[in-house]
């Protein structure tokens, strides 16, 4: 087969950058994989807390006006809890539990409205009893959007996804210059020589280029040369005494 015939998808530069290829996509992607996996764990564990102290801390400070009633300054408490963009809702029931005392949750242009308690979605729950040290006076529940752990998300595996497809573009690159200079250069040459020396062309200067494999293989090809210059030089000179 001669050079010309080859396709490109069959020469060895083509073969070793897609085994590269697909070798640093398995690699890369499974990192990326798990580094998305931890991040999604992390994130999460963040909100969950975020949703627990809330929680934990409003529960605190509605003792008093919850006692007296005061629902004016319950209303105020939830929204300057939600000034913190995760907290998507706030909901807070009387004594009895099913009766909703105060409720507030993000509306579509992100501030704060009055709520019927009904909240749904993709949400954190964090729930607790409102105790004034005798009794529970009532529960309070803080809904937490999972919007910002999905964006973070997101934006995690595009970053990943562009610098795995970054890695592999300059791989591919560099180790297809590194193969042409150190492999496939010397061996096409080396290809040259034995197609000019299979038409009879004895007086190539075939030199080893490195010390490596190939050069072990251009040496055997200098020799093979040497040896059919004096086979032929013997038959010439047999077929001369003739």
Known sequence: MSKDNISWYSTVRMKVVLVVIISCTLVLGGLSAYNTINDQNRLNADLQKLARVTTQRLSKHLIGPMWDLDKELVDSTLEAEMLEDNIEAIVVWDEDKSTIFSARERGPTGLPTVSTGAVTGDLIKAQVG?????????????????????????????????????????????????????????????????????????????????????????????????????????????????
């Open 130 to 242: 409102v105790n004034n040290g005798e009794k529970d006076i009532g529960q309070v529940a803080v809904f937490v959007s999972m919007n910002q752990l999905n964006r973070q998300l997101r934006a995690s595996m595009i970053a990943n996804l562009i610098t795995l497809l970054a890695m592999i573009t300059v791989m591919a690159i560099v180790i297809s210059i590194v193969m042409n200079q150190v492999i496939i250069g010397p061996i096409t040459r080396l290809a040259k020589h034995a197609d000019d020396i299979s038409h009879g062309d004895l007086k190539q200067s075939i030199v080893a280029e490195s010390n490596d494999e190939i050069g072990q293989l251009a040496e055997a090809f200098h020799r093979m040369q040497n040896s059919l210059r004096v086979a032929f030089k013997r038959l010439y000179a047999r077929a001369k005494a003739k």
